[in-house]
């Protein structure tokens, strides 16, 4: 049939899809830039993991990069991240004897998600893995711990290490070194107003405001800044602002405190809406089971709840008992604990000393700053514990039994919990206690990218020029849930590539 489409009607096909395209474009058009105050090859937005990975990236490209920040500290949630990384095929995995896959990694990744992740992205992410990590080491200089090899929900292996100073600012300080090393300006106080995209459908370049000063929306003054080559967004996500969040998930309410820190705001996600960038799964949004309600934020007792509870201790409710497997993906885990509350149940992460162990290697002091701040509490007893934290004893004490069965057989016939090798029966006193609070977390929806990250467009499927986008601002890699340590990973694998495909337009 299509041999028979005569050489008029093609003409006029061809003439009718240019026009409408145009007139997609058209549609999202920005009003012209009178005059531009600046013009450079790349502008990135944002100085996380991503957008600073991006930045070094293009950079050592050949060009002429710059990176801005609306807040006044750069880093952004990933300097307050809890520094741990995926990286099957470490040292650290090697040292313990774990045996660890590229496939397994993908797997677990993929079942997290409820396989609503693209699957191409989660390949090319997880076949990266180790190299991202020796880069973090070989080019950066970021410190790990030697010895220390984590397991966060919904791995089913241990996988993550984790930096030296127990943060994403590990990483993220190194990043910004190698900014000033590079010569890439940083500037804070930068607000995005408008993100212009001419008649033609390009991205040309940002209209901002200097020396704004968060949250106050008229503040700074207006500049345009052209991008020659392109604008690399690297926003993060909208975990703080309440009232986005809740139009994506209207239980998220102002009841649930974040991880995230003030600025993790929608402005950018509504912009890129606006301008006709293709977006999906906003209303995934992930909770940290593992928050503790006496502490605002990300705070600290979370690395108790999970890297001592979750991986050597237990997770039980009120009434005594179990009531999740405390190492299934985050979303499971919160879920639980909300059903738990729903009915007039409380949940505590518990701990005994030897299986701590682990937890004040790798931190020293750090449990005795949660005691201090009396974020977990210490008991001598089990049943003192169980009494002071409003548990069943009896019930509780049966419960710890009927554990340290699974501990000893390392097999879990109820949750199907992993059993890590290092963990022993809880016997010996004295115990540790926490509460668990789901906290807003992560966003596992948002832009719409290739396997280049370029943004595509909503009504052709196809990259916008010059715009491109990694990280926390982007959808489609992690699904339904977002693993723990993979951000990290996420962050820099693609932060890396958008840097390096905007160096060549």
Not at 133 to 147: A, S
Not at 180 to 198: A, C, M
Not at 392 to 410: M, T, W
Request: glycine letters at 10%.
């Amino acid at each position: 049939m299509t041999a028979n489409i005569s050489r008029r009607r093609l003409i006029e096909s061809s003439i009718v899809g240019t026009a409408a395209l145009a007139g997609a474009t058209s549609a999202f058009a920005s009003k012209p830039v009178a005059k531009w105050d600046e013009t450079v090859d790349i502008i990135v937005v944002g100085s996380g993991f991503a957008g600073l990975a991006a930045a070094i990236e293009a950079k050592n490209a050949g060009a002429n990069v710059i990176v801005l920040e609306k807040m006044a500290v750069f880093g952004g949630n990933s300097a307050i991240n809890g520094g741990i990384l995926t990286a099957t095929g470490c040292p650290q995995q090697k040292l313990h004897g774990i045996k660890d896959s590229v496939d397994l990694l993908e797997k677990d990744i993929l079942a997290a998600g409820n396989y609503m992740n693209y699957v191409d992205k989660v390949r090319f992410m997880a076949e990266r893995a180790l190299s991202n990590y020796e880069w973090t080491v070989n080019y950066l200089g970021v410190e790990y711990l030697p010895d220390a090899i984590g397991q966060e929900g919904g791995h089913s292996v241990p996988r993550y290490v984790t930096t030296k100073n127990g943060s994403g600012s590990g990483i993220v300080s190194k990043e910004i070194d190698k900014c000033k090393e590079l010569g890439i300006p940083l500037r804070n106080r930068v607000f995005v107003e408008r993100i212009i995209r001419g008649e033609d459908g390009r991205v040309e370049g940002l209209e901002v405001r200097e020396g704004y000063r968060f949250p106050r929306e008229d503040s700074g003054k207006t500049k345009f800044i052209r991008a020659k080559k392109g604008v690399v967004l690297c926003y993060g996500g909208f975990s703080a602002d309440v009232t986005y969040r809740m139009y994506q998930d209207p239980k998220l309410n102002e009841t649930l405190d974040t991880t995230n820190q003030p600025g993790a705001t929608s402005e950018l996600w509504r912009e890129t809406s606006a301008i006709g960038a293709l977006q999906v799964q906003n209303d995934w949004i992930q909770c940290g089971p593992w928050g503790c309600p006496r502490e605002k934020g990300m705070g600290i007792g979370w690395m108790f709840n999970q890297t001592a509870a979750a991986e050597y201790g237990l997770w039980v409710n009120s009434d005594g008992a179990r009531f999740v497997n405390e190492l299934a993906n985050r979303k499971v885990r919160a879920d639980a604990i909300m059903v738990e509350q729903a009915n007039g149940r409380k949940c505590f992460a518990i701990c005994n000393e030897p299986n701590v162990g682990p937890l004040k290697k790798q931190r020293p002091g750090l449990l005795d700053r949660m005691l201090e701040r009396k974020i977990v509490e210490k008991y001598d007893t089990l049943e003192d514990l169980a009494k002071a934290a409003g548990i069943k004893p009896d019930a509780l004490k049966a419960q710890v039994e009927k554990f340290n069965e699974v501990v000893k057989a390392k097999a879990d016939p109820v949750w199907n919990r992993y059993i890590n090798n290092d963990q022993v029966p809880l016997v010996d006193g004295p115990w540790y206690v926490c509460e668990l609070q789901p906290k807003v977390h992560h966003c596992m929806g948002g832009l719409v990218t290739d396997k280049e990250c370029r943004v595509l467009d909503v009504r052709t499927y196809k990259p916008i020029p010059g715009l491109y986008a990694a990280g926390e601002a982007t959808g489609g890699v992690h699904g339904a849930v977002r693993l723990g340590s993979v951000a990290i990973l996420d962050c820099l694998v693609y932060g890396r590539v958008a840097g390096q495909t905007a160096a060549k337009a």
